[in-house]
């Protein structure tokens, strides 16, 4: 059970030990999963970790055979179809069409679409509604297929890496977009290799490696796993004195300022008390998501 503001929020996907294989190779394994409406679920993994096979599976694209509940019902289902957004890899684009033609076609579809006007003038796209989709360039295509995944609008979006293609300012402009979906209680499950706008948007990390599971929480959560810490501050005292403190794995100067990479922030810390008097400007900096998550996927045996 989710409680935000004191308020319960629903269970809006629940899957349980799903397995999937492509032929006889087995891609998903054993995966349990529960999302809550109004929550920012980040899907991450390396390439081939079974993300896009599982976003799929939850839209009802691919067959499973276990229990998979979303809305209530299983996916795919018209009743799921109706509130549910998407923006899949390789999306199709058709020749011929103009944005705002492709956007009325699809709004058919939906009994509660959005007004299409309104849509491209929220995403910024007024100046792209008569041109053909072909003529668009991939970030804009990326763009135009976002305006596609709200044109129902939908209570759940699945996004499977939209951002790739887009430039700094539509990414901007993109990810202040969710967080005012979030802030409709809208629900959304997003994949992306841009780890760093995920730990700042997402509410929820689910982390696959190689079809399972590793982890499933909060940045916060993840980061409390991980007590890799750097350490930073001035002082006139040498290296030497600091190299060899509790947990300290490794130790640089530059000039009066000396940075200390510690396996145990707090014990670090607290070996640090007898020089209190003689440094200065302490800060101290946790790690980020994408160092975690390459230590995590082993690409990275020690970081600085
Ligand atoms: N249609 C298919 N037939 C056979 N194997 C497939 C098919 N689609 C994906 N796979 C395999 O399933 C595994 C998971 O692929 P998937 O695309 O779900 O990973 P992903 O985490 O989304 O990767 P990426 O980050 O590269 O998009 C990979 O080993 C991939 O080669």
Do not use: C
């Not at 679920?41 to 229990?67: H, S, Y």
């Not at 810490?229 to 190299?243: D, E, V």
């Not at 810390?269 to 998550?293: C, K, T």
């Amino acid at each position: 059970m989710l409680i935000k503001g004191g308020v319960t929020m629903r269970e809006i996907v629940n899957v349980k030990e799903l397995n999937f294989s492509y032929g006889n190779k087995r891609v998903l394994k054993n995966l349990n999963l529960t999302i809550h409406q109004g929550e920012i679920v980040g899907l991450i993994g390396e390439n081939g970790a079974g993300k896009t096979t599982l976003l799929n599976i939850l839209l009802g694209l691919l067959p499973a055979d276990q229990e998979i509940k979303v809305f209530e019902g299983k996916p795919g289902q018209k009743k799921a179809r109706q509130k549910i957004g998407s923006m899949l890899q390789g999306d199709i684009v058709l020749a011929n069409v103009t944005v705002t033609e492709m956007l009325h076609e699809a709004a058919a579809q939906y009994f509660r679409s959005k007004n299409v006007t309104e849509l491209l003038q929220e995403l910024n796209l007024q100046k792209q509604a008569d041109q053909l989709l072909t003529n668009l360039s991939g970030g804009l295509q990326r763009r135009v297929t976002f305006a596609l995944a709200l044109i129902g609008n939908p209570e759940l979006l699945f996004l499977d890496e939209p951002t790739v293609g887009m430039d700094a300012q539509a990414r901007k402009m993109f990810w202040q977009r969710i967080q005012a979906l979030r802030d409709l209680g809208k629900t959304i499950v997003i994949t992306s290799h841009y780890l760093e706008e995920i730990q700042q948007t997402a509410d929820r990390l689910f982390i696959l490696q190689k079809g399972k599971f590793v982890f499933q929480g909060t940045f916060q959560e993840l980061q409390n796993k991980d007590k890799r810490t750097i350490i930073h501050f001035k002082t006139k005292l040498a290296i030497k004195n600091f190299q060899k403190l509790t947990a300290v794995v490794a130790a640089t100067q530059l000039e009066d300022w000396i940075d200390l990479v510690s396996d145990d922030g707090d014990a670090t810390l607290r070996s640090l008390v007898p020089f209190l008097e003689e440094i200065n400007n302490v800060s101290i900096q946790r790690e980020s998501l994408e160092n975690i998550f390459l230590k995590m996927t082993n690409r990275m045996e020690t970081l600085a």
